[in-house]
């Protein structure tokens, strides 16, 4: 057991899916695995494993933000040796080809600044995905016939943001998606030799202002799970 996670070595599994809302640990842990079991309730952060086509997952919500995200992937991976943490969650779509309920792969994460920024001092480190998760969840998502984008996204430290400036340069150089947690998950995983992925669905758009219905979210959000366990497991 950890500070913030009370469960067993033996009941975290070497795969760990990560939404940051820990009812939607609770929603993904009840439609997709089989024989789930919650494992961790500190603090409300739900956690539960089960298996998946005879695999066995762990589901662990990490909360809001990239501290949230540095504390449940730090114990995750120092007090429990996982080795592979895939973020499944939200996004908001930053570019007109990119539409609501669209699935974005997060093949760099962009941020001005996370937790681990201090540790480099004036380097600007270059967070970026797991190769091998990426290239097997891209072609999970074209198996699957979903409209999925590869590349760069923005990890935020601010929900609501007042910097428009900012949002444009992004727009201009590519940046597919703003999210607030892979920057800080893809700096731990490189850190420690282990292999981490973002899989996120677009449920709202900085450019046209659509989103999705609350009724329609978890719809949604079943194609990124399906993406995000095939390419751990392919």
């Known amino acids: 057991m950890t500070i913030h996670i009370g469960a067993n070595k033996d009941d975290i599994a ?16 009840e439609t997709f695995l089989t024989g789930a079991k919650c494992i961790n309730e500190v603090r409300g952060m ?11 997952v762990t589901i662990q919500g990490s909360g809001m933000g990239m501290p949230s995200m540095s504390i449940y992937a730090n114990e995750l991976i120092k007090d429990f040796d996982v080795q592979t943490l895939i973020r499944i969650g939200s996004c908001g779509g930053m570019q007109g080809h990119v539409k609501v309920r669209d699935v974005i792969l997060a093949q760099t994460a962009s941020t001005v600044a996370t937790p681990s920024s201090t ?8 967070p970026t995905a797991d190769f091998g998760l990426l290239h097997k969840a891209f072609h ?18 601010t929900f609501y ?4 400036d900012l949002n ?44 999705l219905p609350a009724d329609q979210r978890e719809r949604s959000f079943g194609d990124m799970i399906d993406i995000a366990l095939s390419a751990a497991f392919a």
């Open 119 to 126: 540790i480099f001092k004036e380097l600007n480190f270059a």
């Open 168 to 211: 444009k340069e992004m727009q201009r150089h590519g940046i597919l998606g703003v999210e607030m947690e892979a920057a800080e998950l893809y700096t731990l995983a490189a850190r420690y030799g282990r292999r981490a992925l973002g899989v996120m669905t677009v449920s709202d758009h900085l450019l046209t202002g659509e989103a």
């Open 46 to 56: 739900l956690g539960f494993t089960g298996d998946w086509n005879g695999h066995r």
């Open 161 to 164: 943001d007042e910097r428009p």
């Open 140 to 157: 999970a998502a074209e198996k699957m016939d979903v409209d999925v984008h590869v590349g760069g996204i923005y990890s935020s430290d």
């Open 14 to 29: 070497d795969v760990v899916l990560m939404p940051g809302d820990p009812y939607r640990a609770k929603w993904a842990a």
